[in-house]
């Protein structure tokens, strides 16, 4: 349909100057350092996941193992640990983004000549 | 007969009790609703609640939207119930958040405005994405809706201890049950019309500390009661449950294997894994949660809220584990049932339970159970205005303001069809909730998380992360995710062909999984891959854009 155009037209400039940031080394390291901790992060969990479901449903008599003599049984424990890994990718991730993340994208934020906003223009 | 009058007075003044309580709710929450209306004068400020909510305060509201009746009445019943199986259900909650957190939530509020659609159709053609977009919200939202209010109306009837024959304010059970969900979708409607996301907000951050509250008193009695010794407490639920050592092993609910029957035993445990999939990949893809992330000012802000939602979120699970053992301890499975064949009683009766062990007598016992009745109100009423609040911005900001105006809505235009839309939506939500008061619609809710997870998920992780993705690609993979997933259930036992389905009396069914996740999910992804591929249409300036404001911030609204 011939009025189905973008959101916000930018002006030619601006489309540019965008276009030339996704160009550049610096933007290209951010995606990297982004991606690069992501990407692999997310198939871990999910594997580790998976993993868990999957013995929850085939391996039924390793699940009920007790331990420590105990009424403690090794699914429990499973189960536990998915919360442990959950809480402890959340705060490594936050440590990395801190670290690697902000920095550099403030920095090419504020090359693109936009103020940091702490509220959006309508807002 | 002594006890049973003693029983008869303390119900009487735990009913009395929770109406006050619940009264003082609704009234504070009015109060903050009205407080918040006269905070609400921008399009950001209805949407968005001006963008101003702190890390911690989104991460207190992502809790009390998402912690839903059906996670903490629903699981906590499950437990009692089934033993570790609700546990299953739990982890799913939980670790869906990491997809939130490392593949959504920062990218999402850099690079949009007030509704899912916004990052969708960023660099695509708006009209064809947005009524998409529109169509799989208000269906997600209005699915998840009515699983709430009808299980709200069932709930506050077995909490207010309405049962058929006996009437209440002159109402008999049904005519009672019918006012609840009249009442709950009332608020509900005056909660986001009048107060737009800033009041919802503030509603939602009330409950969550009230059910954290309730949920950690009711822990440490448990706990308490057991000297803090988990083992004795897991020994105690198992010998109740009259299932043994089973009951602490994952199988008595789910992926359950059926003695002879090899076809079914297979069927269940491939739909346990498509139950987990969908529970893991559908938070991510719920618009009610996804607009939150546009309540905060940056990026690293929407972060911290999902940071604090993971730790109020796990610390909840982590606590229904306590509860639903300490229900199967204490009050047993055949009490239970005897209330609610669900389970979804078991909280309150243990709260009556620990109520009658710790402060003394029918008294106590009425006490805690009132108190954690008017949590679970509270709980119900917090979720459904978030959704409504959900269906109708996308409503407004995408089919008004986008779709039928073409971007030339003024905001103030916008804000009214928004509150409107929150009126009509809420309207029809009760009055199917009436009609299907009567039906097993609690599969509504595994259903919202795997339309999210088929359709909206594969839209959003391609917009944002695949150069080539374009209108065809995005139009496919919301249509497609969602038309496998109703298709499939459908046409599952959960809709006909069983004595639980929704209609026992017919019989359609051939597809046999309760879950449709584990086809229509891969569905999804590949039709968004389709769409793409057979389409022309690519933006390299628009994907530059969005890549560069999404990972930058820059221009974010």
Request: glycine content about 10%; aromatic content about 12%.
């Amino acid at each position: 349909m011939s009025t189905d155009t973008p959101a916000s037209a930018p002006a030619e400039s601006a489309a540019e100057r965008y276009l030339a940031v996704q160009r550049s080394d610096e933007f290209a390291g951010l995606r990297r350092a982004l991606r690069g901790f992501v990407f692999p992060m997310t198939v871990a969990f999910f594997l580790w996941y998976a993993l868990y479901v999957i013995l929850s449903a085939y391996a039924r008599d390793f699940m009920g193992t007790k331990l420590f003599g105990s009424n403690i049984n090794v699914a429990l424990v499973f189960g536990l640990l998915q919360f442990v890994s959950t809480f402890l990718i959340a705060w490594l991730y936050s440590r990395y983004a801190d670290r690697k993340i902000d920095p550099v994208a403030d920095r090419i934020r504020a090359e693109i000549g936009e103020v940091t906003r702490e509220h959006g223009p309508r807002g | 007969m002594n006890t049973v009058l003693a029983a008869e007075a303390g119900s009487t003044t735990a009913r009395n009790l929770t109406i006050t309580l619940f009264l003082v709710f609704v009234a504070v929450t009015l109060a903050i609703t009205i407080w918040a209306s006269r905070q609400t004068k921008t399009a950001t400020d209805f949407y968005a609640g001006g963008r101003s909510f702190s890390g911690f305060q989104n991460g207190m509201a992502i809790g009390g939207d998402y912690m839903s009746a059906a996670s903490f009445l629903g699981i906590a019943g499950i437990i009692a119930l089934y033993g570790y199986d609700g546990f299953l259900y739990s982890i799913g909650f939980l670790v869906a958040w990491l997809v939130a957190l490392l593949l959504v939530a920062e990218l999402l509020r850099n690079s949009g405005r007030y509704t899912m659609a916004d990052v969708l159709a960023f660099r695509m053609r708006q009209r064809p994405v947005r009524t998409a977009a529109a169509v799989s919200t208000i269906t997600v939202s209005i699915f998840y809706l009515l699983a709430q209010m009808v299980g709200a109306g069932a709930l506050v009837a077995l909490l207010l201890g309405i049962k058929p024959g006996t009437t209440f304010l002159g109402m008999d059970a049904d005519t009672a049950k019918v006012a609840t969900i009249i009442m709950v979708g009332a608020l509900m409607i005056i909660y986001v019309t009048v107060g737009g996301m800033k009041g919802t907000t503030y509603v939602q951050i009330v409950k969550a500390f009230l059910l954290m509250g309730g949920a950690l008193v009711m822990t440490l009695l448990v706990l308490a009661k057991y000297k803090f010794n988990l083992s004795s407490l897991l020994g105690d639920a198992a010998a109740s449950s009259g299932k043994g050592s089973a009951f602490l092993e994952p199988g008595l609910r789910y992926g359950v294997e059926v003695a002879g029957n090899a076809t079914q035993t297979f069927y269940n445990k491939v739909d346990l894994l498509s139950l987990g999939i969908a529970l893991v990949l559908g938070t991510a893809g719920l618009p009610h949660i996804l607009i939150r992330f546009y309540t905060v000012p940056t990026a690293k802000a929407a972060r911290k809220s999902v940071l604090w939602a993971i730790g109020i979120i796990g610390t909840f699970y982590l606590l229904t584990l306590a509860l639903g053992f300490g229900a199967a301890a204490l009050v047993g499975s055949e009490a239970i049932t005897a209330q609610d064949k669900a389970g979804n009683t078991a909280a309150p009766q243990l709260a009556e339970a620990l109520g009658i062990d710790f402060l003394g007598g029918d008294l106590g016992g009425a006490t805690l159970l009132a108190i954690i009745a008017a949590v679970a109100f509270a709980t119900i009423l917090a979720v459904v205005a978030g959704l409504t609040l959900a269906s109708s911005s996308s409503l407004a900001h995408d089919f008004y303001a986008n779709v039928l105006k073409k971007g030339q809505a003024s905001e103030r235009q916008e804000v009214t069809v928004a509150r409107v839309s929150a009126l009509v939506i809420g309207a029809i939500a009760i009055v199917l909730s009436i009609f299907a008061q009567s039906l097993n619609v609690a599969f509504l809710v595994a259903l919202a998380f795997a339309v999210a997870a088929s359709g909206n998920l594969p839209a959003i992780l391609y917009s944002l992360f695949w150069r080539r993705f374009n209108t065809s690609g995005a139009v496919w993979a919301i249509y497609g995710g969602l038309l496998a997933a109703v298709f499939l259930v459908f046409f599952s036992p959960v809709v006909s062909g069983a004595p639980t389905s929704m209609f026992p009396d017919q019989d359609w069914q051939w597809f046999p999984l309760s879950n449709p996740g584990i086809l229509s999910i891969p569905f999804g992804f590949l039709c968004g891959w389709i769409g793409t591929v057979i389409s022309k249409e690519h933006d390299e300036d628009k994907y530059a854009e969005l890549e560069v404001r999404a990972l930058t911030g820059a221009g974010a609204h």
